[in-house]
């Protein structure tokens, strides 16, 4: 079974620092470009960054950039997002996302959660 | 910037009923980078229809979008108890960099 399996979440202080960690099973991890969704508390859906399946290349949003980093261990099928300096508004929901088909979050994880308070 | 406008923002339906969803873009869409999400509460979205008007694997035929251009449409042709949740458009554009876009949602509720 495909399965995105997200960890790390918890409550920060305003410019705090944390890791997100995604575990991946049930596909080839290496041969698919990956992604981190983020839901603030009664939101809508925000796209934070996404990774090239060799780990080389990435993007980020406006709202996350320079301050976030996205990385990956294909040997051992997972995704990482360093947060740094976070702010309130980065307290969401965040998830794990497989991009097969071209553009599309094809796959999701349940979700981790980061909550940004002092 | 690209801009999703998803309308309306809540649908009062009943079971058994056609449901019509709106996704205009503020700029025009690759038809191939246009996705449909459901997302109910408490759960992760999932992938209902990409390439504006491909089910994804698993997905009923009641569902289908259709589109191009600036406007896109997600029909739910009669609705099942289950169908009652939000659901997102997104798009896909690869200019200088990639960016990802969702509308703000469309909640489907019971009348």
């Known amino acids: 079974e495909v399965q995105l399996l997200e960890s790390g979440g918890d409550l920060i202080h305003p410019g705090g620092s944390l890791r997100l960690s995604c575990a991946a099973s049930?596909?080839?991890?290496?041969?698919?470009?990956m992604s981190w969704v983020r839901q603030a508390p009664g939101k809508g859906l925000e796209w934070v960054s996404v990774i090239d399946k060799s780990g080389e290349i990435t993007y980020y949003a406006d709202s996350v950039k320079g301050r976030f980093t996205i990385s990956r261990d294909n040997s051992k099928n997972a995704m990482f997002l360093q947060m740094n300096s976070l702010r309130a508004g980065d307290a969401a929901i965040y998830f794990c996302t497989r991009i097969g088909i071209p553009g599309t979050f094809e796959i999701w994880g349940l979700g981790t959660t980061v909550t940004v308070s002092s | 910037e690209m801009v999703l406008t998803q309308s309306p923002g809540t649908l009062s339906l009943s079971p058994g009923e056609r449901a019509t969803l709106s996704c205009r873009a503020s700029?025009?869409?690759?038809?191939?980078?246009l996705a449909w999400y459901q997302q109910k509460p408490g759960q992760a979205p999932r992938l209902l229809i990409h390439a504006s008007s491909r089910r994804a694997t698993g997905i009923p035929d009641r569902f289908s979008g259709s589109g191009s251009g600036t406007d896109f449409t997600l029909t739910i042709s009669r609705l099942e108890p289950e169908d009652f949740a939000v659901y997102y458009c997104q798009q896909f554009g690869d200019g200088n960099s990639p960016r990802y876009s969702f509308g703000q949602g469309t909640k489907v509720e019971i009348k």
């Open positions: 700029q025009g869409v690759d038809s191939r980078y």
């Open positions: 049930g596909f080839t991890f290496d041969i698919y470009t």
